[in-house]
């Protein structure tokens, strides 16, 4: 493998929605992954509909491209 073109590969704590950690290898940044929906809650593996509430990422993509 040719040197200096990987990023970094480092160990990361991911807590999944029901409150589940687990430790696993990542090049994303930063030591801790939250998140929101996985196998647990997800509706494709629980069979049940439920709504997702997405607002927090539609304020979070407004603020990142709002005209300036």
Same mark, same amino acid.
């Given at each position: 493998m040719k040197k200096?073109?990987?990023p #970094?590969?480092?160990m990361m704590t991911v807590t999944l929605a029901d409150g589940t950690k687990f430790q696993t290898r990542s090049t994303m940044k930063g030591e801790e992954y939250?998140? #929101?929906v996985d196998s647990t809650n997800h509706p494709f593996y629980t069979g049940k509909r439920q709504f997702?509430?997405?607002a927090g990422r539609v #304020? @979070?993509?407004n603020r990142r491209y709002? @005209? @300036?």
């Open positions: 200096d073109i990987h #970094e590969y480092h939250a998140s #929101e997702v509430d997405t #304020e @979070k993509f709002a @005209k @300036k």
